[in-house]
């Protein structure tokens, strides 16, 4: 496999996405119900990011910077995923989830 040309490729949905999704999620009128699917839809490609980083560690001849490439990338995905989250559980009425080394300023 090509590990450079799938990072490549990760890369690009998750930049679109890293506009996207905050974008959706600051939208005044996001439902409840489309904050859920797009949380969803959000940890579905996180997910994906991670069966990616997984075989990437089976590959023996895997580069270094490919494998730090593939963390910023799962680590964007996990952010997007707790922002996801926390507005679905600001539309439910309930507090937002911190996670240690998570904090918003980072």
Do not use: C, Y
């Amino acid at each position: 496999m090509d590990w450079t040309e799938a990072l490549i490729a990760a890369g690009e949905i998750a930049r679109q996405a890293a506009i996207d999704v905050p974008r959706r999620l600051a939208a005044k009128d996001l439902t409840s119900a489309e904050a859920h699917e797009l949380f969803v839809a959000t940890e579905r490609n996180a997910q994906a990011m991670d069966d990616l980083v997984d075989r990437m560690a089976d590959d023996p001849s895997l580069a270094e910077a490919q494998q730090k490439a593939a963390e910023v990338l799962q680590d964007a995905w996990g952010r997007l995923v707790i922002a996801a989250m926390n507005r679905v559980r600001e539309l439910d009425g309930l507090p937002p989830i911190e996670f240690l080394g998570m904090e918003e300023d980072e």
